[in-house]
T-cell receptor
Framework: AQSVTQLGSHVSVSEGALVLLRCNYSSSVPPYLFWYVQYPNQGLQLLLKYTTGATLVKGINGFEAEFKKSETSFHLTKPSAHMSDAAEYFCAVSEGYSTLTFGKGTMLLVSP | DVKVTQSSRYLVKRTGEKVFLECVQDMDHENMFWYRQDPGLGLRLIYFSYDVKMKEKGDIPEGYSVSREKKERFSLILESASTNQTSMYLC?????????????FGPGTRLTVL
C-alpha cells in the first residue's frame, strides 16, 4: 500500500530564507507525486506534480521539487521565502489510479 | 478555470440529525471525491465516485454515505451525525484520465456537531 511521510508538522523560516519541506513516500510501483498548498480558509490547490521524465519539477510561485527514486523522496524547495508563502503544504502519492494518498501536512510559518 | 463549489462554508448540527453536504463541479469531470481534514491527520478519503450512480469506499467510510445522481453533483450524507464527525469536509473533482490527474478542491465545509 502507498503511504506518505512529511517530516515536521511545522517549519519556520525567515522571509528571504530557503524553504525546504520534506516528503518521503512508499509505493509498490513507480509513483506519481504531488504537492498541494492550502492557504487559510481555502481548499487545496496544486503546486506541482511529477509524472514521468525530468525528475526536477517546477511549479507555481517559484517552488520546485526533485524526485529521487533511490531515496524515495520528493522534497519541496523555494530559494527565498515570501510572507505570502505561509500556508499548509501537503505531499501526495498516486500509484496510477485516480485516488491520492496524502501526507499529514506541514505548516510553513514565515517571519519578517 | 475549474470551479468546485460546496453548499455551505460553515454548518452547525445536533447529534442525531441527518446532514447533507453538497458539492458541484462545472468542468464535466468524471471523478469526484469527499475528504475529511483534521489537524495532524491530513486528508482522509471518505468516498469517491468515478461515474454517475457509481461509488467506491475510501479509507474512512463508516458513518457516511454518498449520492451521485448527476455528473456535476456529489453529495455526502451523515445519516445520524455524531460529535466525532465534527471536522472540515473537502470535496474535489478530477478529469478521470488516470493517476496523473490533478484534483481540484472546493473551499471546504466546516461542520460542527453539538
Amino acid at each position: 500500500a502507498q503511504s506518505v511521510t512529511q517530516l515536521g508538522s511545522h517549519v519556520s523560516v525567515s522571509e528571504g530564507a530557503l524553504v525546504l519541506l520534506r516528503c518521503n513516500y512508499s509505493s509498490s510501483v513507480p509513483p506519481y507525486l504531488f504537492w498541494y498548498v492550502q492557504y487559510p480558509n481555502q481548499g487545496l490547490q496544486l503546486l506541482l506534480k511529477y509524472t514521468t521524465g525530468a525528475t526536477l519539477v517546477k511549479g507555481i510561485n517559484g517552488f520546485e521539487a526533485e524526485f529521487k527514486k533511490s531515496e524515495t523522496s520528493f522534497h519541496l524547495t523555494k530559494p527565498s521565502a515570501h510572507m505570502s508563502d505561509a500556508a499548509e503544504y501537503f505531499c501526495a502519492v498516486s500509484e496510477g489510479y485516480s485516488t491520492l494518498t496524502f501526507g499529514k501536512g506541514t505548516m510553513l510559518l514565515v517571519s519578517p | 478555470d475549474v470551479k468546485v463549489t460546496q453548499s455551505s462554508r460553515y454548518l452547525v448540527k445536533r447529534t442525531g440529525e441527518k446532514v447533507f453536504l453538497e458539492c458541484v463541479q462545472d468542468m464535466d469531470h468524471e471523478n469526484m471525491f469527499w475528504y475529511r481534514q483534521d489537524p495532524g491527520l491530513g486528508l482522509r478519503l471518505i468516498y469517491f465516485s468515478y461515474d454517475v450512480k457509481m461509488k467506491e469506499k475510501g479509507d474512512i467510510p463508516e458513518g457516511y454515505s454518498v449520492s451521485r445522481e448527476k455528473k456535476e453533483r456529489f453529495s455526502l450524507i451523515l445519516e445520524s451525525a455524531s460529535t466525532n464527525q465534527t471536522s472540515m469536509y473537502l470535496c474535489a473533482s478530477s478529469p478521470g484520465t488516470g493517476g496523473t490527474d490533478t484534483q481540484y478542491f472546493g473551499p471546504g465545509t466546516r461542520l460542527t456537531v453539538l
